[in-house]
C-alpha cells in the first residue's frame, strides 16, 4: 500500500531512493486553489507585453539549468541523458513561443446593425494540470505554460513516481520573478490530489494526461461540474511499410523503444507489407541487437529502464518466455530492466497487439494491400499517431486521409513539435495541446455589443 502522507523517488536504473516528498492532502488543495485565484486575479491584469517578458525571463532561467533538469529526469523517470537534454530545451522553447502567443491573443470586432460588437479570450482562471511518469518535464510543461500565457494560475499534479522536475520547474519559474502561487506544484496521489483538483468547484479546468481508464473517470468527475476537460490519453499506433518504401528508415526500433517504449506514440503495431516480411523482420531482428541498454545517465546508452518494478510485470505478463520474438539485450537486476523484443507469432486481434503495452514490446504483422493496411491501422480503439512509409505520393496521402489518428507521419517517425497541434482521436483523447491555438484553449470568447443607437436625453 502507498503511503497516504509521502511520495517515494526511485532511480529505476537502480532501485536507490532519490528523494521522499510530502503528498498532497485534500485539504492542500483548497488552500492551494485559494491563494491561485488570488494570484491569477492579479495576473489576467497584467498586460500581455509584461506577462511575456516574465515568461521569457523563465525561459532563460530554464536555460540556465538545463543540465540540472535534465540530470533530474535521469534519476527519476530513467530517460537517457540525452532525451533528458531535449526535453528541458522543449520546456524552454515551449515558454519562448508561449510567451509571443500571449502577445498576439486578441479578439475580434464583427459588423453588426446599431453598434459595434466586440468579442474577448478572456483566461479561465485557475488550471488544474495532471500528468504522467512516463514524460514528467514535457508534460508538465505543454499543460501548464499555454495557460500561464494565457493569463491563467496553474496548479500541477505530477505523477507520484516522478515529481521532481515538476517541483524544480516551479522553484525555477519564482526565481524568474513570476508571481508567487501563479504556478504551484502539489505532488500527491492520483485519487486524493488528483480527484481534490478534478473536484474542486473553483479549478475552471483539467488538462489531464494519463491512461484511458483513468482519463475515462476524470471526464466523468468534469462533466458533474460542466468543467471543460483535455485528455491526452492511451495510443497503440501503427508505423505502416509498404514494400516500396525505405525499409531500413522504416523499421527504425526507436520508433517503438524510445523511453523504453514507455511514449503514447510508439509506433507498438509494425504493420509490414506481406512481400517483405522476410527482410523486415531480418532487419529488426538486427536491429534490436544493436540497441544499448543500460545506465541512462551514460551518454552512450540508448535505452534505459523501465519505471517500476510494477510496469516491468505488466510488460512480461504480455511476453511469455515461449512467445514468437525477436528479443534484444537488456542488463539484469538491480533496477527495472527489460528487453527489446518485437513478437512475431501475434494475431491482430491478440493482447499484445491490441493493448497499450508501455514497454519496449512491438508486434509485427503483415498486410496484403493499401486496403488492408488501411483497416488494420484503423482497428484499435486508440487513435494517437502513426507513421506510414511508402515512395508513392499518392498513396501516402490516400492512407494519411484514411487513418483515423490525431498525429500521422509519412516517411519520418517523429510526432512532437511545440508548434504544430498534438492530440488524440476515438479513445485516444479529447482536445489539442501544443501548436499556434494552444493558448486559445485556456481562454472563453466573451461577446460584447455596443449600441450606437443611445436615444439622446
Ligand atoms: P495514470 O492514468 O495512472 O496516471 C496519470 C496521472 O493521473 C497521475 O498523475 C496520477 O496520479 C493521476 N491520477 C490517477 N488517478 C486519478 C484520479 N482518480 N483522479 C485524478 N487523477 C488521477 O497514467 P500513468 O500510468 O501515469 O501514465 C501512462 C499513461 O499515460 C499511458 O496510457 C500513456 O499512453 C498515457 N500518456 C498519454 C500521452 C498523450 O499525450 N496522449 C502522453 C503521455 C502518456
Same mark, same amino acid.
Given at each position: 500500500m502507498p503511503d497516504p502522507n509521502e511520495l517515494t523517488v526511485l532511480d529505476p536504473a537502480t532501485e536507490e531512493i532519490v528523494a521522499t516528498v510530502p503528498a498532497a492532502t485534500a485539504g492542500d488543495v483548497d488552500t492551494a486553489v485559494a491563494r491561485a485565484a488570488r494570484a491569477q486575479t492579479r495576473w489576467a491584469a497584467v498586460a500581455p507585453a509584461d506577462r511575456a517578458r516574465l515568461l521569457r525571463r523563465f525561459a532563460d532561467v530554464v536555460d540556465a539549468h538545463t543540465e540540472e533538469l535534465a540530470q533530474l529526469e535521469v534519476r527519476e523517470a530513467g530517460h537517457t541523458v540525452a532525451n533528458a537534454r531535449w526535453e528541458a530545451g522543449n520546456a524552454r522553447d515551449l515558454l519562448l513561443y508561449a510567451a509571443g502567443g500571449a502577445e498576439r491573443l486578441t479578439g475580434r470586432q464583427i459588423p453588426v446593425p446599431g453598434g459595434w460588437d466586440v468579442t474577448f479570450q478572456e483566461p479561465l482562471g485557475v488550471v488544474g494540470v495532471i500528468a504522467p511518469w512516463n514524460f514528467p518535464m514535457p508534460i508538465a510543461a505543454w499543460g501548464s505554460f499555454p495557460a500561464l500565457a494565457a493569463g491563467n494560475a496553474v496548479l500541477l499534479k505530477p505523477a507520484e513516481t516522478t515529481p521532481l522536475t515538476a517541483l524544480r520547474l516551479a522553484g525555477l519559474a519564482l526565481e524568474a520573478g513570476l508571481p508567487e502561487h501563479l504556478f504551484q506544484v502539489l505532488p500527491g496521489h492520483g485519487d486524493t490530489a488528483g480527484r481534490a483538483l478534478v473536484d474542486?468547484?473553483? =479549478?475552471?479546468k483539467i488538462v489531464f494526461t494519463g491512461s484511458t481508464r483513468t482519463g475515462r473517470e476524470v471526464m466523468e468527475r468534469c462533466a458533474r461540474l460542466v468543467k471543460p476537460v483535455t485528455l491526452e490519453l492511451g495510443g497503440k499506433s501503427p508505423n505502416v511499410v509498404f514494400a516500396d518504401a525505405d525499409l531500413q528508415a522504416a523499421l527504425d526500433p526507436f520508433s517503438f523503444l524510445d523511453n523504453a517504449g514507455q511514449?503514447?506514440?510508439?509506433?507498438?503495431?509494425?504493420? =509490414?507489407? /506481406?512481400?517483405?516480411l522476410d527482410e523486415a523482420r531480418a532487419l529488426l531482428a538486427d536491429a534490436l541487437a544493436a540497441v544499448v541498454v543500460g545506465d541512462p545517465a551514460d551518454e552512450r546508452t540508448q535505452m534505459g529502464p523501465l519505471i517500476s518494478g510494477r510496469q516491468r510485470e505488466r510488460v512480461r505478463s504480455y511476453v511469455p518466455d515461449d512467445a514468437p520474438a525477436l528479443r534484444g539485450k537488456a542488463p539484469d537486476g538491480p533496477g527495472f530492466w527489460f528487453p527489446p523484443t518485437v513478437l512475431t507469432g501475434e494475431r491482430h486481434d491478440s493482447p499484445a497487439a491490441r493493448e /497499450?503495452?508501455?514497454?519496449p514490446v512491438a508486434v509485427l504483422l503483415p498486410f496484403t494491400d493499401e486496403q488492408d493496411a488501411i483497416r488494420l491501422a484503423n482497428d484499435t480503439p486508440y487513435g494517437l499517431s502513426g507513421s506510414i512509409w511508402t515512395r508513392d505520393l499518392g498513396r501516402a496521402l490516400r492512407v494519411s486521409q484514411a487513418v483515423r489518428a490525431g498525429n500521422l507521419s509519412v516517411n519520418s517517425h517523429s510526432s512532437v513539435r511545440y508548434w504544430t497541434p498534438f492530440g488524440g482521436y476515438k479513445q485516444s483523447g479529447l482536445g489539442r495541446e501544443l501548436g499556434p491555438d494552444a493558448l486559445a484553449a485556456f481562454t472563453q470568447t466573451k461577446n460584447v455589443f455596443l449600441s450606437t443607437e443611445v436615444p439622446a436625453p
Amino acid at each position: 500500500m502507498p503511503d497516504p502522507n509521502e511520495l517515494t523517488v526511485l532511480d529505476p536504473a537502480t532501485e536507490e531512493i532519490v528523494a521522499t516528498v510530502p503528498a498532497a492532502t485534500a485539504g492542500d488543495v483548497d488552500t492551494a486553489v485559494a491563494r491561485a485565484a488570488r494570484a491569477q486575479t492579479r495576473w489576467a491584469a497584467v498586460a500581455p507585453a509584461d506577462r511575456a517578458r516574465l515568461l521569457r525571463r523563465f525561459a532563460d532561467v530554464v536555460d540556465a539549468h538545463t543540465e540540472e533538469l535534465a540530470q533530474l529526469e535521469v534519476r527519476e523517470a530513467g530517460h537517457t541523458v540525452a532525451n533528458a537534454r531535449w526535453e528541458a530545451g522543449n520546456a524552454r522553447d515551449l515558454l519562448l513561443y508561449a510567451a509571443g502567443g500571449a502577445e498576439r491573443l486578441t479578439g475580434r470586432q464583427i459588423p453588426v446593425p446599431g453598434g459595434w460588437d466586440v468579442t474577448f479570450q478572456e483566461p479561465l482562471g485557475v488550471v488544474g494540470v495532471i500528468a504522467p511518469w512516463n514524460f514528467p518535464m514535457p508534460i508538465a510543461a505543454w499543460g501548464s505554460f499555454p495557460a500561464l500565457a494565457a493569463g491563467n494560475a496553474v496548479l500541477l499534479k505530477p505523477a507520484e513516481t516522478t515529481p521532481l522536475t515538476a517541483l524544480r520547474l516551479a522553484g525555477l519559474a519564482l526565481e524568474a520573478g513570476l508571481p508567487e502561487h501563479l504556478f504551484q506544484v502539489l505532488p500527491g496521489h492520483g485519487d486524493t490530489a488528483g480527484r481534490a483538483l478534478v473536484d474542486h468547484p473553483d =479549478v475552471a479546468k483539467i488538462v489531464f494526461t494519463g491512461s484511458t481508464r483513468t482519463g475515462r473517470e476524470v471526464m466523468e468527475r468534469c462533466a458533474r461540474l460542466v468543467k471543460p476537460v483535455t485528455l491526452e490519453l492511451g495510443g497503440k499506433s501503427p508505423n505502416v511499410v509498404f514494400a516500396d518504401a525505405d525499409l531500413q528508415a522504416a523499421l527504425d526500433p526507436f520508433s517503438f523503444l524510445d523511453n523504453a517504449g514507455q511514449d503514447c506514440c510508439a509506433r507498438t503495431r509494425v504493420l =509490414v507489407q /506481406e512481400t517483405v516480411l522476410d527482410e523486415a523482420r531480418a532487419l529488426l531482428a538486427d536491429a534490436l541487437a544493436a540497441v544499448v541498454v543500460g545506465d541512462p545517465a551514460d551518454e552512450r546508452t540508448q535505452m534505459g529502464p523501465l519505471i517500476s518494478g510494477r510496469q516491468r510485470e505488466r510488460v512480461r505478463s504480455y511476453v511469455p518466455d515461449d512467445a514468437p520474438a525477436l528479443r534484444g539485450k537488456a542488463p539484469d537486476g538491480p533496477g527495472f530492466w527489460f528487453p527489446p523484443t518485437v513478437l512475431t507469432g501475434e494475431r491482430h486481434d491478440s493482447p499484445a497487439a491490441r493493448e /497499450e503495452i508501455f514497454g519496449p514490446v512491438a508486434v509485427l504483422l503483415p498486410f496484403t494491400d493499401e486496403q488492408d493496411a488501411i483497416r488494420l491501422a484503423n482497428d484499435t480503439p486508440y487513435g494517437l499517431s502513426g507513421s506510414i512509409w511508402t515512395r508513392d505520393l499518392g498513396r501516402a496521402l490516400r492512407v494519411s486521409q484514411a487513418v483515423r489518428a490525431g498525429n500521422l507521419s509519412v516517411n519520418s517517425h517523429s510526432s512532437v513539435r511545440y508548434w504544430t497541434p498534438f492530440g488524440g482521436y476515438k479513445q485516444s483523447g479529447l482536445g489539442r495541446e501544443l501548436g499556434p491555438d494552444a493558448l486559445a484553449a485556456f481562454t472563453q470568447t466573451k461577446n460584447v455589443f455596443l449600441s450606437t443607437e443611445v436615444p439622446a436625453p
